[in-house]
């Protein structure tokens, strides 16, 4: 690199007394003008344009449409969610979505884990670098694409169809979805873990082998506490995602359909947008309860 | 010396091996792209360019390819706006409810896709649509800008938490003024955050789909027609090779955020 010797920089010109002075002034002496200068567009896109159009679902959810001609009654009633409640096939449903999303969270902790430790506390830091990128990196090609990736692995001529020797059915289903859905949300896990386990001090290990504790049980008793607000962290995705999750089973699915696609198939191919509307309380209510119940371990600092 | 030295080995084998797990498919979809047999036999018998050939003729994936790049821009733009301000007043401002605000412009990404999507949709349904404006390009770009908006927050917050407030308070004190300050110390401090935070929130907006497809209308996106043609066996070959396309095109950005941000693609999303 090449230095040049910068210009000596010019004295500041004496501010006139411009409009833009005036303004510059007014800022710099009131504080509470600046800050709602710049809470000002970002409050009103946030209030406005989200929670505002969440806060008009839960009204939608209380009408019910016309049968005859498809037009919204806007008259208040339970309808929608007494059949919510009382159809059995929406608890299923609903209990199976939860059961996928809790089976994502285990499944991704569990296979984060080694490789959260081995980045932050085995590799060196050029290794480290480059594990950081090679785990982001297929976050962002595309979902679709991993979905379709998987579609053509279990399909009838596949490579994982041949490897378990079943050519020519498909190994579509509700584990194809749990599977799919793990590997999808994987680097969510991976990204909050390794953060987590690089704050923690190599000291507190070494105590730990001092008082003579061999690996697994310094695992046990010291990293793993330490860790819960870490692994609360990456929970929040892996679980938020799969629940929220419309596509998945769509592709590797086969007859699966999850609580999303009961969400979709009234919006779209019913058109009964009210009901829609109530169902989607459902997903906002169990992330609510999720959210409100990690709040104490200071998880939602680490979004 | 901190882990055994099985305990070592252990890891690293188990890194390894997930690691090609999660390439796995994604090599298998590349090799597709190139496969010569028409129903994708596994293993291929032969390797051919013509796939890639036929994509870029394809009228559909052109033209959805467009409207992607459009919905992108537009979203990172509104992002770039609305999560800096967000960050600057976060940052540098202690106020009422600045907790709760941190954890509102994290809900978008905490709160299950389908949310958004349903109560867009619904929006657009009982309140744009009586106001003249139908569902298209204007109203993704606003469903992608509100969890775009994330990203930048993020790693602008993040860079200004790291420099602190000492450089500005130093150009006011040699007598610059408030727009000085931003033109000359300010923003030269998080512009290379900015440009992380715009490629992953453009990276973001391109490969969403399920907001997205309660927003578009007919406003097709890359992924929507991608879905559309999923199950068509006579486009499979095409949707190979977009997949190909997509699957490389999305290592760019990632590499240049990293690149450019060190807390980019590290630390958080």
């Not at chain 1, 016309?66 to 409640?85: A, C, G, H, M, Q």
């Not at chain 1, 793990?182 to 680097?187: E, G, Q, T």
Request: aromatic share 10%; charged share 10%; glycine share 8%.
């Amino acid at each position: 690199m090449t230095i040049t010797q910068a210009k000596p920089p010019a004295p500041p010109r004496p501010e006139r007394s411009t409009l833009r002075h005036g303004i510059s002034v007014g800022l710099a002496r009131r504080a509470w003008l600046r800050l709602s200068g710049l809470l000002s567009l970002p409050l009103f896109w946030l209030v406005v344009a989200y929670l505002g159009a969440l806060a008009a679902m839960f009204v939608t959810a209380f009408w019910t449409i016309d049968s005859f001609t498809s037009e919204l009654d806007k008259t208040f009633t339970w309808e929608n969610f007494r059949t919510l409640v009382g159809k059995p096939v929406y608890r299923t449903v609903a209990v199976r979505s939860l059961v996928v999303a809790a089976g994502v969270t285990l499944i991704d902790a569990v296979v984060a884990m080694p490789i959260a430790l081995y980045m932050a506390k085995v590799a060196k830091p050029r290794t480290r670098a480059l594990l950081v990128v090679l785990v982001m990196t297929p976050l962002w090609a595309s979902y679709l694409v991993k979905a379709y990736a998987w579609r053509v692995m279990l399909s009838g001529d596949g490579p994982v169809t041949r490897l378990v020797g079943t050519v020519g059915e498909p190994l579509y289903g509700l584990g194809a979805t749990t599977v799919v859905l793990a590997y999808l949300w994987l680097p969510y896990m991976i990204i909050p873990l390794f953060a987590g386990i690089d704050r923690i001090p190599n000291s507190m290990l070494e105590a730990s082998a001092d008082l003579g504790g061999r690996t697994w049980r310094t695992y046990r008793s010291v990293l793993l506490p330490l860790l819960a607000p870490a692994l609360v962290a990456g929970s929040i995705f892996t679980f938020s995602l799969s629940l929220g999750d419309l596509y998945t089973a769509k592709i590797v699915g086969g007859t699966t359909q999850l609580f999303s696609n009961v969400i979709y198939d009234n919006l779209v191919t019913a058109n009964n947008l009210p009901f829609a509307a109530a169902a989607g309380a459902f997903p906002v209510l169990v992330m609510v309860i999720y959210l409100a119940a990690v709040k104490r371990t200071g998880a939602l600092e680490n979004l | 010396m901190i882990l055994s030295r099985a305990a070592r080995i252990w890891l690293g084998t188990l890194t390894s091996l997930v690691l090609a797990l999660i390439y796995l498919p994604l090599a298998v979809v590349i090799i597709n792209s190139f496969n010569s047999s028409r129903t994708f036999a596994w293993p291929p018998p032969g390797l051919t360019l013509a796939w890639w050939g036929k994509a870029a003729q394809s009228q559909g994936l052109r033209d959805s390819l467009w409207n992607s790049i459009q919905a992108g821009l537009f979203a990172t733009l509104f992002a770039l706006i609305l999560g800096t301000m967000l960050a600057s007043a976060v940052a540098r401002f202690s106020f009422f409810g600045r907790e709760t605000l941190s954890l509102l412009v994290v809900l978008p990404l905490a709160l299950p896709g389908i949310v958004t999507g349903v109560a867009l949709s619904n929006t657009i349904t009982t309140v744009l649509h009586p106001l003249g404006i139908s569902a298209g390009l204007f109203t993704v770009v606003v469903g992608h800008a509100t969890f775009c908006m994330v990203v930048v927050y993020n790693n602008v917050l993040a860079r200004l938490r790291r420099t602190g407030g000492t450089l500005e308070e130093a150009s006011a004190d040699l007598g610059a003024d408030r727009f000085r300050t931003f033109r000359l110390v300010t923003f030269p401090l998080i512009r290379s955050a900015l440009l992380a935070g715009a490629l992953l929130a453009f990276a973001l907006s391109f490969d969403e789909i399920i907001v997205t497809t309660f927003t578009a209308g007919n406003f097709k996106t890359l992924p929507l027609w991608i879905f559309e043609n999923l199950f068509r066996p006579n486009q499979a070959p095409v949707i190979n090779v977009a997949a190909a396309a997509l699957i490389v095109l999305a290592i760019a950005p990632v590499w240049l955020a990293h690149r450019l941000g060190g807390d980019a693609a590290g630390g958080r999303l």
